[in-house]
């Protein structure tokens, strides 16, 4: 019955299907409807329920389960092994576990659908299922506590090149807001485990947001939150290739660092930011205050100049435009 829902929905297009008229054609109460299409949007399949209208059917078939696409992801080591969850609290979560056991270098946990989804700061990340790329990625890089932060920015760089693949225009907000038209398409949550002063494992959740329209955002977000689909309806790219392409770029940008250090790094992550000059307010542990971008230095520190010209040194703060 599940596929045949799904045969109708297609086959209406783009308009509703009650589920009292689906009730009566498959002869089953509309309990048994609503069960049967909570299933399919399990699978991935994104169907919109509206009151008094009925069902319809958005996005078609885009399958972030691996074992459903056409090949292996196509690198030596990002993504090279892909952990796949229907369902999880968290892909972050999950990746830690997996590196105290002992994981390697390059393994990927993806998810459907998040239900404890973490983003930076203690927020919480919205990760429904069937409309974007939820993942977290074990690195073990051989380096300096210090040098750790580099990694997020690396992080950004490759999710941004990653969308200039596909024809978007990408800006970051340091340290690792990927925006496009100014509203924030993905976040990257960056975590490690160190020893004394080195690196064990650092574990990089990365959020991208690819079919939701703005109502499908909480109200709290829709002001700033955006996605691929609002940008460019008609040809949302698959997540079966976005996540390819984004270990790719991890790969590849991964190499060229430890190869050539965060120079080469920084100058595609500044190719990419947002201007220097952008006024902004800055909300670190320390301290509120407004200013403007002057730079990143060499370690990925953002340089903030306040009102009275004064530099600030910004390692980890929430950042608001437009301030
Ligand atoms: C941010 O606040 O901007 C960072 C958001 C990071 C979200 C991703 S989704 C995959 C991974 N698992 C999580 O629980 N969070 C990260």
């Not at 969850?85 to 998810?111: C, K, N």
């Not at 429904?128 to 977290?136: D, I, K, R």
């Not at 024809?167 to 340091?174: A, E, F, S």
Request: charged share 25%; proline share 5%; glycine share 8%.
């Amino acid at each position: 019955v599940k596929d045949q829902i799904l045969k109708a929905l297609r086959e209406n297009n783009d308009g509703y299907l009650s589920g009292e008229k689906l009730a009566e054609r498959f002869r089953c109460s509309r309990m048994a409807i609503w069960k049967h299409i909570d299933e399919l949007r399990n699978r991935g399949y994104r169907i919109e329920s509206v009151h008094r209208k009925g069902y319809r059917l958005v996005a078609d078939l885009d399958p972030i389960d691996p074992t459903q696409w056409s090949g292996p992801v196509d690198t030596k080591e990002i993504g090279r092994e892909v952990l796949f969850f229907p369902e999880i609290d968290s892909t972050q979560q999950m990746a830690h576990q997996l590196a105290r056991e002992g994981r390697p270098h390059g393994t990927a946990v993806l998810a459907e659908l998040q239900h404890g989804g973490k983003g930076r700061l203690g927020r919480n990340w919205f990760s429904p299922a069937g409309v974007g790329l939820w993942t977290s990625i074990i690195l073990r890089p051989n380096l300096t506590l210090e040098a750790a932060p580099q990694i997020t920015l690396l992080i950004a760089a490759a999710v941004a090149r990653t969308l200039v693949m596909f024809g978007y225009d990408p800006k970051i907000k340091w340290p690792n807001d990927i925006l496009l038209a100014g509203r924030k398409v993905s976040g990257i949550l960056t975590e490690l485990q160190a020893d004394l002063d080195r690196v064990k494992y650092i574990i990089v959740g990365i959020g991208l947001n690819i079919h939701q329209r703005l109502q499908d955002f909480p109200e709290n977000i829709r002001d700033k939150a955006g996605s691929l689909y609002i940008i460019n309806p008609e040809q949302t790219p698959r997540r079966e290739l976005v996540f390819k392409t984004l270990c790719s770029q991890i790969e590849s940008l991964y190499h060229l660092y430890m190869e050539h250090g965060f120079l080469p790094i920084k100058a595609i992550w500044e190719s990419y930011s947002l201007p220097m000059g952008t006024r902004m307010k800055i909300t670190s542990l320390k301290k509120v205050f407004e200013g403007t971008s002057v730079g990143i230095t060499d370690q990925g520190v953002l340089l903030v100049k306040d009102e009275a010209g004064e530099i600030h040194q910004i390692h980890s703060a929430d950042i608001e435009l437009n301030a």
